[in-house]
């Protein structure tokens, strides 16, 4: 009889025991300290997952490119804060981690041609910065004016792309398939990719007009932003 009091204190506390486990089991409190309990409890298909992450391709586009089609992506500069940035199959052509990148336009030139050419098809074949504010001309005249059959002209613009522009150079870069080189003015935002030898005008250009109505940034307009698939020039063509 004496032993009563005792036994319903000890029938008490695993009475409460019990209850507690149960309850931290049933609500997956963060103070339960019974994960592996609760995971027996837990039905597979009652988990939470994470919604997959949408798969990107060559240069982070959203769907891969055809076969003989060459991958791009690249960004004009932003003001005269952040550099530009060109991308061609997965690999950095042109930026400020590359410190290639710099005021006016920024070009690479690219072997665009299919075998038996000499060249590796899609080969980086030069890429430099011309100061089209402070810079001369000529440099730039020298360096697109001597392009071969084939080659691919990517251009993206930083700060300033055309204080510096002459009447040759718009002619030039119209040859090479661009709209817009005729009317490209000061702080305006421009890409293109042309090439040598085009008949027709080149369907991988954006033009934004630096306007201080529309500017985005204060004395410049928006980035621009172009991605898409080249097709690779047969060199017999």
């Not at 690249?74 to 804060?81: F, W």
């Not at 052509?93 to 072997?111: E, Y």
């Not at 030039?172 to 709209?179: A, D, H, I, Y």
Request: some cysteine; aromatic content about 8%.
């Amino acid at each position: 009889m004496r032993l009563a009091g005792p036994l319903r204190i000890v029938a008490l506390v695993v009475t409460v025991g019990l209850t507690w486990i149960i309850v931290s089991i049933l609500l997956g409190g963060p103070g339960s300290g019974f994960p592996r309990i609760q995971q027996l409890f837990t039905s597979p298909g009652s988990s939470v997952t994470a919604e997959p992450r949408a798969r990107k391709y060559k240069c982070g586009l959203p769907q891969p490119c055809p076969e003989e089609h060459l991958a791009f992506r690249m960004v004009s500069g932003a003001a005269n804060v952040i550099g530009p940035k060109i991308c061609l199959e997965d690999k950095m052509l042109m930026s400020s981690v590359k410190d290639n990148v710099g005021r006016g336009l920024n070009i690479a030139l690219v072997n665009g041609s299919l075998p038996p050419d000499t060249g590796v098809n899609g080969e980086l074949i030069e890429a430099r910065a011309f100061d089209m504010w402070a810079g001369d001309v000529n440099d730039l005249l020298k360096f697109i004016r001597p392009l071969h059959e084939g080659t691919l002209v990517f251009v993206a613009s930083y700060d300033d792309p055309a204080t510096k522009m002459n009447e040759e150079t718009r002619k030039l870069f119209s040859e090479l398939g661009s709209r817009n080189a005729k009317e490209l003015a000061f702080r305006d935002s421009w890409v293109f990719v042309g090439a040598k030898g085009v008949q027709n005008k080149s369907p991988f250009e954006q033009h934004v007009k630096n306007s201080k109505h529309t500017n985005k940034y204060e004395g410049w307009p928006e980035a621009l932003e172009m991605e898409g698939c080249i097709p690779r020039r047969s060199s017999a063509s």
